[in-house]
C-alpha cells in the first residue's frame, strides 16, 4: 500500500501542507472526522488554534483516536502542541506523542510573526522558518531528538515516527521537512 497523507482539516491553514503533497505527488486526504482516519498512513496537523481543534474533536468523538494515532504524525505550529505531553500558557490537555513541555504563543502575538533562518538536522543548507504565534519546546524528555534549531534554540523534535515543529515548513518553497516525514 502506497502513502495516503491525511491533514486534519478542522481549522487553520491546513491547505498549505496540502498544497506541498500536490506538489510531491503524494496521495492526501481532509480529515475531519474519526471515519476519515481509517486509512491514511500519515497525519499532518497543522497549525491554527488548539482550543478550536480540541472542542472540535472532541465534540466530533474522534479526540482519543487521534491521540492514539500509530503511523507517523508532523505537527507544526499549533499541531507540536498538541502533541506534547504537556502544555503550558495556559495548561492544557494535549495528546502526550512526544515526552515535550510546549509553552503556546511563546514568541508573541500575531503581530509579532516573523521568518528566519534556522538549521535543520537532515541537511547541511539553512532553512527558512515561518513563526506566527508560535510555541517553544521549554523541555524535551530523554527520547527525544532535536532536529531542527532557530540560533540555539530547539524549533523541530523527533521521537520515532512523531515530529514536531514549531515553525511553518509548509508556508515556505522548501519541502525536505515534508519529504522526511513522508519517509518515516
Known sequence: MGILAGVLAIQGDFKAHIRVFKKLGVAYK???SEKELSDITHLVVPGGESTTIRKVAKSEGFWNRLASFKGPVMGTCMGSVLMAKEIE??????????????????????????????KIAISDESFEMVFIRAPKFIRIGDKVKPIAWLGDEITGVI??????????????????????????
Do not use: C, V
Open 30 to 32: 481532509e480529515i475531519r
Open 89 to 118: 500558557s495556559p495548561k492544557a490537555e494535549g495528546w502526550g506523542m512526544l515526552d515535550i513541555t510546549a509553552k503556546r504563543n511563546a514568541y508573541g502575538r500575531q503581530i509579532n510573526s516573523f521568518t528566519a533562518t534556522g
Open 159 to 184: 521521537s520515532g515516527n512523531k515530529m514536531a515543529l514549531a515553525f511553518h515548513p509548509e508556508l515556505t518553497e522548501n519541502s525536505l521537512l515534508h519529504e522526511y516525514f513522508l519517509s518515516l
